[in-house]
């Protein structure tokens, strides 16, 4: 079990920002991918933004490129997710997420994941 624990979620209105943290335990390598995944209401869960740790290179969902970022202290063992100009589409559960399996796709391969228990993120209109 990988323990994984998110913060920072809350309710803001639309135009406003949050940032998300991950703690996570320490991992064994630096070949691991972090991510964050969010699920909305009556929607199936989906990939938002991922980190590869041993290099930094980051990728990110069309819908929130631009507006959000992701990064990780190795330091701290932590993830951050921040996230600007949200909007009320951007409403749901974000999870934290840690895989250690080579992936082309880190954002589709959701399998391959160990996960939070995730936090709750509201925008209002």
């Known amino acids: 079990q990988v323990p994984l624990v998110e913060s920072g979620g809350g309710s803001v209105q639309a135009g406003g920002s949050l940032r998300l943290s991950c703690a996570a335990s320490r991992y064994h390598s630096n070949k691991y991918y972090m991510a964050w995944f969010r699920q909305a209401p009556g929607k199936e869960r989906e990939g938002v933004a991922a980190i590869y740790a041993g290099d930094g290179n980051t990728g990110y969902a069309d819908s929130v490129k631009g507006r959000f970022t992701i990064s990780q202290d190795n330091a701290k063992n932590t993830l951050y997710h921040q996230m600007n100009m949200l909007n009320p589409a951007d409403t749901g559960i974000y999870y934290c997420?840690?895989?250690?399996?080579?992936?082309?796709?880190?954002?589709?391969?959701?399998?391959?994941?160990?996960w939070g228990q995730g936090t709750q993120v509201t925008v209002s209109s």
């Open positions: 997420a840690r895989a250690g399996t080579p992936m082309r796709s880190p954002l589709r391969r959701e399998e391959n994941y160990s």
